[in-house]
């Protein structure tokens, strides 16, 4: 008989060229490579120095996102790219794509979007695949099954030269999800809530498979979030078993499989889930139903509690004092009702259409607070062109929010789209480092529908109480 | 790369947990198309006041630091990002050892790429050498230990090819590169 193996296992196995020894990591195949605008060049570079093409043009995908601007008029003509050094690495992308024969979604492309929203989108991330990015988000493509894990540059040297990695075999995390979550509290609540008890480094060395009937409750955008953020955790990798759910998801897009190919991708697909008796070498397990909309508090993700709760009165972390002198709270201090000044509802983690639905609901016949800026990133230029057929941007206009084209925009600020020094940005992106939307910025991380209520009241507002 | 055995350095440290990639190369100057010059802004929004001179409070900024080849910084260091741009940067400023009680994942493996050990050590070594700013250590890859000034030798864990490759002074895309047939053949296999 043969051993039972986890999803990790069986997609890892199919991808060894060259398995792991004691003195050499293993060579692990890699089917899709997906490349950006800020990650890349000195890549190219050593490709050149050293005279090397790319292996493998059909499996790398290049789109630009970070670097690039959100407003429309930038985007689609009429005024160049204001940021110098940001405009030079999106020709640079130009270049090197054109010259070594990849395929570029550039900005004027209707496929652009943010790398980690479009390869779902496109149907090219799929169960049973490995895939990398020189990004730590490339963990987002998980939630179809895939073993997909952010990569620096020089190994995207090596996956452009050689379509392979050298890695040594990562351990394995079950993550448990019981129960059910309650109305009003979502996905990115779920996750914080994971980071916060297993802690920023708690997923260190391990590929997380999340499980359980909570998870399996959730549709292909929510997953996403979840397996989005478990570079939070610490965890290069979080997976998520296929299921109907993907195969709904994945079905008719244009770079998925058709016709017959489609029936024995799926019956392929369904083989990958984690065989019962299969052993993790940790588990943890949570139930959904006690988490409550979450918001971060401090300085790293795992700074966290929820909405309608207070800062920790005191802490292990030997950062807490810190964090609180950065934000400007105090120990102990309560969360809802404490005002922000700018909401930012985008980022890989949170800018696809589910959530452009689920704030523009919230939002619908309300305004902006007095005060509050507010800029909504779609994911992609899809999501953003769905997104106006249903007439989800006039909701936003007409808040008093602004819409713009698609990229990481205000999650990390590279284009400029940046938070004010000492202001309080309530984010639905994945990461509130000190200055990381801007020197001295203070991000609060929270999930669409929060970011969205905060807005109608300029304080930060558990989204129950305006549903 | 430039073979190394020995890193023999006073340290500089910098006792804070979870020091995220942000804070060692904060995103807006990640819009480079080139690896070098990036020592410059290394922790940036720490070692620069508003106006963009030296915060004088800041730990590198000090004499003492010059030179300074070994970082001694706290618990889950260079968590976030993928940007090698992090590694970069402390190898442009001058730090060619990291040493602290763990690191993230991709960042580990971005520094041993880059002539950068991290060297992982338990939570009392990194008390004491926290305690003793400027301690003179040895960072020794031929014995794999941390040699500490009272005679100490603290053994750490890394890879057995990433410590050959460092010896070396070899890159690991030449090992690659030497499986073309192998990944022919799964190629086909795959096809």
Known sequence: ?467 | MEALTRIDSATVVLPRADIDTDQIIPARFLRTTVKEGLGRELFADWRYLADGSPNPDFVLNQPAAAGCQVLVAGDNFGCGSSREHAPWALTDFGIRAVISTGFADIFRSNALKNGLVPVVVDAGTLQWLIAHPGAHVVVDLASITLQLPDGREVPFPIEPFARYCLMQGVDQLGYLLSKGEDIAAYEKRHA
Request: net charge neutral; hydrophobic share 40%.
């Open chain 1, 1 to 467: 008989m043969v051993a039972p193996k986890t999803l990790f296992q069986k997609v890892w196995e199919r991808h060894e060229v060259v398995p792991q020894t004691a003195d050499t990591p293993a060579v692990l195949y890699i089917d899709l490579h997906l490349i950006h605008e800020v990650t890349s060049p000195q890549a190219f570079s050593e490709l050149r120095t050293r005279g090397l093409p790319v292996r493998r043009t059909d499996r790398t995908l290049g789109t630009m996102d970070h670097s690039t601007p959100t407003r429309t008029e930038q985007v689609f003509g009429g005024k160049p790219i204001t940021i110098e050094s940001a405009a030079k690495q999106v020709r640079q992308l130009e270049v090197n794509c054109a010259e070594f024969g990849v395929e570029l979604l550039n900005l004027a492309s209707d496929k652009r979007g943010i790398v980690h929203v479009i390869g779902p989108e496109l149907g090219a991330t799929q169960p049973g695949k490995t895939i990398v990015c020189g990004d730590s988000h490339t963990s987002t493509h998980g939630a179809f099954g895939a073993l997909a894990f952010g990569i620096g540059t020089t190994e995207v040297g090596h996956v452009l030269a050689t379509q392979c990695l050298l890695q040594t075999k990562p351990k394995t995390l079950a993550i448990n999800v019981t129960g059910a979550l309650k109305p009003g509290v979502t996905a990115k609540d779920l996750v914080l809530a994971i980071i916060g008890r297993i802690g920023v480094g708690g997923g260190t060395g391990h590929v997380i498979e999340f499980r359980g009937p909570a998870i399996r409750a959730l549709n292909m955008d929510e997953r996403m979030t979840v397996c989005n953020m478990s570079i939070e955790a610490g965890a290069r990798a979080g997976m998520i078993a296929p299921d109907e759910v993907t195969f709904e998801y994945l079905k008719g897009r244009p770079r998925a499989p058709q016709g017959t190919a489609w029936d024995q991708a799926v019956a392929d697909w369904r083989a990958l889930a984690t065989d019962e008796g299969a052993v993790f070498d940790r588990e943890v397990t949570l139930d959904a139903s006690q988490v409550e909309p979450m918001i971060t508090w401090g300085t790293h993700p795992g700074m966290v509690a929820p909405v309608a709760g207070s800062v920790p009165a005191s802490s292990e972390d030997p950062v807490f004092a810190r964090a609180l002198a950065y934000m400007g709270f105090a120990a102990g201090q309560k969360l809802e009702g404490s005002p922000i000044n700018v909401v930012f509802i985008g980022s890989c983690t949170n800018s696809r259409l589910s959530d452009l639905r689920a704030a523009a609901g919230l939002l619908r016949g309300r305004r902006l607070a007095q005060g509050v800026q507010m800029l909504v990133v779609p994911g992609s230029q899809q999501v953003k062109k769905q997104a106006e057929a249903e007439g989800l941007d006039r909701v936003f206009i007409e808040a008093g929010a602004e819409w713009r084209e698609s990229g990481c925009s205000m999650c990390l600020g590279m284009n400029g789209d940046t938070v004010a020094k000492g202001q309080y940005s309530l984010s639905t992106s994945n990461r509130n480092f000190e200055g990381r939307q801007g020197p001295g910025a203070r991000t609060l991380l929270a999930s669409p529908l929060t970011a969205a209520a905060s807005a109608v009241r300029g304080t930060i507002t558990d989204p129950r109480k305006l549903i």
